[in-house]
């Protein structure tokens, strides 16, 4: 680990990054209240009715920002794995282990906000095309690496049988992202990411919905802060410092 | 008002996407802050059974 920078190290130490997590939650919460609330009240009222969906292309401002939150929350989740693996790092799999349940619950959330979208757009609340099916993968594979990790008694060993999981899953998430494209699907191309020229142009569209997905991943540093001192407790739980803070010494 | 609220015909989907995604949100908050309060209840608790 000679090659890794100073503050690596640091953030590496599980009782300095308790702090951190700790003095950091309340800001990071609030900056994703105001940004969430923002995105809501953008996306709601000022934006303009679409000419297509009218009133139902609103869904997109709690559907994309989920959808998008469930790959980012997937990426952290496996190179966090993949450093746990290859430098042994503890604190790694506590934040891979974080990642998994919120990472759940928003691809469950991507699923449903797009069924939701589904029916009054397509006729149907599910259909079996690309983009749904590998999200639908996602999930599985979120439960896949929590129902792994819960089944391996020792800790150690559960870090790393459900760590290999989530690094072999990372195939999925470009299949996701250009499921779209490769297959002939139901699902609509991508809204933003087309380089250069995203579809939504019209300003008063697009600015709600980046600022409810900033809001979205702020609002999961928020969440991950909060989980990954749970499970630091859990690995280190035998340490001086742990029984410090607990303040019973 | 109304008008707002009734969102041109579509007010049972796009209200309930994002009272869904309400719950979602506020869910996964009291589910980390449990996960870590209880992590701290059993870490106290093997502290103590150590000594």
Redesign the interface.
């Given at each position: 680990m000679k090659f890794l920078p100073k503050f690596v190290h640091r953030l590496a130490s599980p009782p300095h990054f308790y702090r951190l997590a700790e003095r950091w939650t309340p800001w990071l919460?609030l900056v994703a209240i105001v940004l969430?609330l923002a995105g809501?009240y953008g996306g709601?009222?000022i934006a303009p009715?679409d000419y297509q969906m009218?009133?139902?292309f609103?869904?997109i401002y709690?559907?994309v920002p989920?959808a998008w939150l469930s790959l980012l929350v997937y990426m952290v989740m496996a190179s966090a794995a993949a450093v746990g693996l290859i430098w042994r790092i503890k604190l790694a799999h506590a934040v891979a282990a974080s990642c998994a349940?919120?990472g759940a619950?928003?691809t469950?959330?991507a699923l449903?906000?797009g069924a939701?979208?589904g029916?009054?757009m397509w006729g149907a609340w599910w259909v079996w095309d690309a983009r749904l099916t590998s999200e639908l993968v996602l999930l599985f594979l979120y439960l896949g690496y929590i129902a792994l990790h819960g089944a391996i008694d020792e800790r150690t060993r559960a870090d790393r049988a459900a760590g290999l999981l989530a690094v072999v899953g990372v195939v999925n998430v470009p299949i996701i992202h250009y499921s779209v494209e490769w297959w002939t699907t139901l699902h609509q191309p991508a809204s933003i990411t087309k380089m250069g020229s995203p579809s939504i142009r019209d300003p008063a569209m697009l600015i709600p919905l980046l600022i409810m997905s900033i809001g979205f991943m702020v609002?999961f540093a928020?969440?991950l802060a909060?989980?990954v001192?749970?499970?630091v407790?859990?690995r280190e739980?035998?340490k001086r410092w742990?029984?410090e803070i607990?303040g019973?010494t | 008002m109304q008008e707002f609220l009734n969102m041109g015909g579509y007010a049972g989907y796009v209200w309930g996407a994002f009272g869904l995604t309400t719950v979602v949100l506020l869910l996964n908050v009291v589910l980390a802050r449990r996960y870590h309060r209880q992590a701290a209840i059993r870490a106290r608790r093997r502290h103590g059974s150590l000594s």
């Open positions: 919460g969430i809501a709601l009222v009715v009218g009133d139902g609103r869904i709690v559907h989920s349940p919120v619950w928003f469950f959330l449903a906000t939701i979208w029916k009054p609002y928020a969440v909060i989980r001192r749970g499970e407790l859990e739980w035998h742990v029984s607990l019973d | -």
